[in-house]
T-cell receptor, first 115, second 116 residues
Framework: DAGITQSPRHKVTETGTPVTLRCHQT?????MYWYRQDPGHGLRLIHY???????DKGEVSDGYSVSRSKTEDFLLTLESATSSQTSVYFC??????????????FGNGTRLTVT | AQSVAQPEDQVNVAEGNPLTVKCTYSVSGNPYLFWYVQYPNRGLQFLLK??????LVKGSYGFEAEFNKSQTSFHLKKPSALVSDSALYFC??????????????FGSGTRLSIRP
């Protein structure tokens, strides 16, 4: 497996609390992504990063923020968790933005439950 | 906007029979197309990609996919299914001409079930 570690692997939190998920890579890839996976929706892009301190929104970014202060770390924050954010969150990395040189490599996911 | 569709939520095949998992796409410009597989409690794993060249691409675990530009399709195939092929399969698309976000878009997934 590519060197991608997501933490925590599982988390249960209450509505209204802040939550931060971490993605750490050892591949020195430029691009990092946060996806959420929900039944019937496949994977949907939340935010992505194209370099240190360079981030942009995906298709489902409302309620989420990200930060990338180092190449290897990409943090996803739910400012005030809601039940609709119960999901499995995947971090992915790639050498380029469109998969030409290398495909996406995924972490093993974080299962988040908001009660 | 680019998009990808997997019209079948589930595909059931007997072991030893050929399998096909369907994918169609919409993109401006030339498509980059991918197939990924997901096993339980794991992240997605890359199977194969089409960037340019031969319309039939071969990938991991004996899978192959055929790019059809006129039908905007990229169906995943395997000549003889194994029980161990049972998993969730995702088609994905991107394009170097997609200017605003440079991102890879996934289909909703197809669950492949191979019965012994």
């Amino acid at each position: 497996d590519a060197g991608i570690t997501q933490s925590p692997r599982h988390k249960v939190t209450e509505t209204g609390t802040p939550v931060t998920l971490r993605c750490h890579q050892t591949e020195n890839h430029r691009y990092m992504y946060w996806y959420r996976q929900d039944p019937g929706h496949g994977l949907r892009l939340i935010h992505y990063s194209y370099g240190v301190k360079d981030t942009d929104k995906g298709e489902v970014s409302d309620g989420y923020s990200v930060s990338r202060s180092k190449t290897e770390d990409f943090l996803l924050t739910l400012e005030s968790a809601t039940s609709s954010q119960t999901s499995v969150y995947f971090c992915a990395i790639s050498e380029d933005s469109v998969g030409y040189n290398s495909p996406l490599h995924f972490g093993n996911g974080t299962r988040l439950t908001v009660t | 906007a680019q998009s990808v569709a997997q019209p079948e939520d589930q595909v059931n095949v007997a072991e030893g029979n050929p399998l096909t998992v369907k994918c169609t796409y919409s993109v401006s410009g030339n498509p980059y197309l991918f197939w990924y597989v997901q096993y339980p409690n794991r992240g997605l794993q890359f199977l194969l990609k089409y960037i340019t060249g031969d319309n039939l691409v071969k990938g991991s675990y004996g899978f192959e996919a055929e790019f059809n530009k006129s039908q905007t399709s990229f169906h995943l195939k395997k000549p003889s299914a194994l029980v161990s092929d049972s998993a969730l399969y995702f088609c994905a698309v991107s394009s170097p001409g997609y200017s605003s976000a440079s991102k890879i878009i996934f289909g909703s997934g197809t669950r492949l079930s191979i019965r012994p």
